[in-house]
């Protein structure tokens, strides 16, 4: 018997193995069947038409069989990538739990966040974000998930990433601009852009590009939501001189018009911060109340219908006290005191050219295709031409020094101008541009909500005790001081939609 077992265990091994090859055939043959029937064979074309149809659990047998998740199609791209074109969600869910990296590069070093972008999937854009996506990566041509959103004209796209990357609005803006890209344009300033923002090497503006490169929409919409059609480049352009030289009369036209009278004017805070709140209110609202024209531009339905702009009235910031009452803890806030919501700069087509005993020289810019800049003297007392508000105050010398004199002291000419209307007076200074009111924010209390207008030089409470300073108001960003340590803190524009 001790001498048989050997040969009764050797003849069992035989049969067990002979039992398992037909049961592994048998598994891949049920896959493959099951795949056939489904309308897919055991490919990696049908891998990647599987992963866009969002059909999950033909991916599930692909994989059971032994199919490599790492597959890459003909243009480097893999099933992450075309699932994110597809908007997929579905299957990109189940290819990140097998383990394939979220940002992994596919054809042109692009992610498929990026793959997203370019297939105009808002939606998935979102989902990928959601599961940490990195919107800061480059492709080969050095573009950021947010600039391939501009170069496509994909607002959706444009709104998911805009919180995720707020330092590159600006430039994002300027490149809609270039392309012509007015749906983007809006959704840009929705979140944060500003139409102030300028290229570094020759300061044009938005108005400016758009200008020069004949795109009108684009024109209309920046001009609609507070482009200064007066601000210049570095060489003294405006957007309407951009726009003559480039043969869009047009565009310079509508750019250049003659201002009507109520433009020339020096408005009064409460009337800025009434179309301050009237601009983010409109573009808070996805549906605003019934009475205005859906059809009419996004600032004049705001301001025609006084529940919008009285929602959340705004009031000056200098004195107030922000937070929420009994939040005191003696403990400084998590996040920055305010949240910077709008900008308002309001240029004029007015420069001061000189004085003379008692009247003021002013430069007025010629139309476009009319010629250079008119000089026109204006008496104390006098009009400025064109308006039927403003008025020459009076007229003074006085030495200075600041950045426009290079730091050293230098006599400038300087004009009190009044406004018949609003009784504001401010004053416009030789070597500066002319603008009817300091550059202005509209902040939010991220604890109540309240809105307030802050200029340079005001100082406000917060509820734990706190005092801070406006140190400066730009048209991107606002510094605020802590009074007690001399802490600055940067809070940038997030827009009205934030």
Same mark, same amino acid.
């Given at each position: ?19 398992? &090859? ?20 055991? %490919? ?66 692009? %992610? ?12 998935? &854009? ?62 840009? %300033? ?117 529940? &919008? ?105 300087? &004009? ?83």
């Amino acid at each position: 018997m001790s001498c048989f077992r050997p040969k009764l265990t050797a003849l069992a091994s035989l049969l067990l193995a002979a039992a398992v &090859v037909p049961s592994c055939k048998s598994r891949k043959e049920t896959i493959s069947s099951d795949l056939e029937e489904a309308g897919f064979k055991m %490919t990696a074309e049908d891998w990647f038409r599987a992963s866009r149809e969002n059909n999950v659990e033909v991916l599930k047998k692909f994989l059971t069989g032994g199919f490599s998740k790492d597959t890459r199609d003909e243009n480097g791209n893999m099933a992450l990538h075309l699932a994110a074109a597809a908007g997929a969600e579905k299957s990109g869910e189940l290819l990140l739990d097998r383990g394939i990296p979220i940002d992994i590069r596919g054809q042109a070093d692009r %992610t498929p966040l990026m793959a997203a972008v370019i297939a105009n999937q808002p939606a998935m &854009v979102k989902w990928l974000l959601r599961q940490g996506a990195d919107p800061k990566l480059k492709d080969e041509e050095n573009f950021k998930a947010l600039m391939l959103a501009v170069r496509e004209g994909s607002p959706g796209s444009v709104e998911e990433l805009a919180a995720y990357d707020r330092e590159d609005l600006d430039g994002a803006l300027l490149l809609a601009a270039l392309l012509g890209q007015a749906d983007v344009i809006d959704s840009l %300033t929705n979140y944060g852009a500003s139409v102030y923002s300028r290229m570094e090497n020759d300061g044009r503006t938005p108005l400016m590009i758009a200008a020069e490169n004949g795109h009108q929409e684009s024109v209309k919409l920046l001009l609609e939501i507070g482009s200064s059609r007066y601000t210049t480049d570095a060489e003294g352009r405006t957007a309407a001189m951009l726009a003559e030289e480039g043969g869009h009369t047009e565009i310079a036209a509508l750019i250049n018009r003659e201002p009507l009278p109520d433009e020339l004017a020096i408005e009064s805070p409460e009337t800025i911060s009434a179309e301050m709140d009237a601009f983010v209110a409109a573009a808070e609202e996805e549906q605003l109340p019934a009475g205005p024209d859906p059809s009419a531009p996004r600032m004049e339905r705001a301001s025609a219908d006084a529940t &919008v702009k009285a929602k959340h009235p705004s009031r000056p910031i200098d004195g107030a006290v922000l937070g929420a009452a009994g939040s005191a803890t003696g403990a400084k806030p998590a996040q920055a005191p305010v949240i910077m919501r709008h900008y308002r700069e309001t240029d004029m087509p007015v420069e001061i050219a000189g004085i003379q005993a008692d009247s003021a020289t002013l430069r007025i810019p010629g139309r476009a295709g009319v010629g250079g800049p008119r000089e026109v003297a204006v008496k104390v007392g006098q009009n400025i031409p064109g308006s039927n508000r403003l008025y020459v105050v009076r007229v003074k010398r006085r030495m200075e020094d600041s950045k426009v004199t290079d730091g050293k002291p230098m006599e400038v000419a300087v &004009v009190e101008i009044g406004d018949r209307e609003s009784g504001v007076t401010r004053e416009w200074i030789s070597g500066r541009a002319s603008t009817a009111h300091d550059p202005i924010a509209l902040v939010e209390d991220p604890a109540t909500g309240a809105r307030y207008t802050a200029k340079p030089g005001q100082r406000f409470k917060s509820a734990d005790g706190g005092e801070y300073v406006v140190s400066d108001v730009r048209p991107n960003q606002i510094i605020i001081e802590d009074l007690a340590d001399g802490t600055v803190t940067t809070v940038p524009l997030v827009g009205p939609r934030g």
